[in-house]
């Protein structure tokens, strides 16, 4: 699971030929069972820490960029300093410590990949992001069109979001904070992201969620060879899907897509990435 280990490689300095696959988890003591999942060939950092025991769905890596061939980290601002620490003593991927920090402490879960992702497009990559008015604009426009799989209906969402304007406006404004900490970060207009609708539920700072499986949290596999696929949380409202195939399309992506149940992380706050991981190849 995305959330209890971050999957990557390490090694001694930048021009080493040989590079070991590794985990950084954190974990408490109550769950120690995850290092009985890694491989053999594969070692880990273990980065404990009790307040924050699964920093891995709050630490993420963009593509290659200008001074950084092996990316830069994207995290929470809240991210615990035991996992801070390791990444900055690592070095290749931080600017002298630092690197790019979302404010996700207003989340239940507060993990980057709850507000955005980067998929491939063509030779570079294309930012998503999570977007609430376009949601509600989604809901609102769409009145023969309804959620199901057991979520609220969509009298229910909008009833939420009528009643709490003032709320309303606050979340929107911390996402336009994700973006304006990730564009001057990436080096990248903050107009070239695509914007997923989100559903985040009105409950005060620190508990949000949301009320339809968050499409955002995907997980991304791009192949040695063929093109790119994204596995997508289903979202339980066909305008919703039907959106982000339109807007993916706009952006250039030309790889397939597939769309998952996640009902049973989601009730626990995450979706396919949060309980899910990839092996990458060493780069």
């Known amino acids: 699971m995305q959330d209890y280990g971050e999957i990557g490689y390490t090694r001694t300095a930048i021009n080493q030929a040989q590079r070991k696959q590794t985990v950084a988890m954190g974990f408490d003591d109550l769950n120690q069972w995850y290092s009985d999942l890694v491989d053999a060939d594969t070692g880990y950092f273990l980065r404990a820490d009790e307040q924050q025991p699964n920093p891995g769905g709050n630490i993420e890596c963009s593509p290659a960029l200008p001074s950084y061939p092996y990316g830069r980290l994207i995290v929470g601002a809240n991210l615990a300093t035991p996992a801070r620490e390791f990444f900055q003593v690592q070095k290749v991927q931080a600017d002298s410590g630092r690197m790019i920090e979302l404010p996700v402490a207003w989340l239940r ?117 063929g093109l790119p696929k994204i596995v997508v949380p289903r979202a339980y409202f066909v305008p919703y899907a039907e959106n982000l195939g339109v807007s993916l399309g706009n952006a250039g992506f030309n790889g397939s897509g597939e769309f998952v149940d996640t009902s049973g992380p989601h009730s626990n706050g995450g979706e396919a990435h949060c309980a899910s991981n990839v092996r990458r190849v060493a780069p």
Not at 120 to 137: H, Y
Not at 159 to 170: F, K
């Open 109 to 225: 879960v507060r993990h980057v990949d709850e507000v955005m992702t980067i998929i491939p497009v063509g030779s570079g990559f294309k930012v998503l992001v999570a977007d609430l008015q376009m949601a509600i604009d989604l809901l609102r426009n769409n009145p023969t069109n309804e959620t199901w799989g057991g979520y609220y209906t969509r009298a229910q969402i909008l009833a939420e979001y009528d009643a709490n304007s003032n709320r309303v406006a606050e979340v929107c404004n911390y996402l336009a904070g994700v973006r304006s900490s990730l564009a001057p970060g990436l080096g990248v207009n903050e107009n070239t992201f695509v914007k997923v609708p989100v559903a985040f539920t009105m409950a005060a700072d620190g508990q949000v969620s949301t009320y339809l499986p968050n499409m955002i949290n995907m997980i991304v596999i791009r192949p040695v060879t």
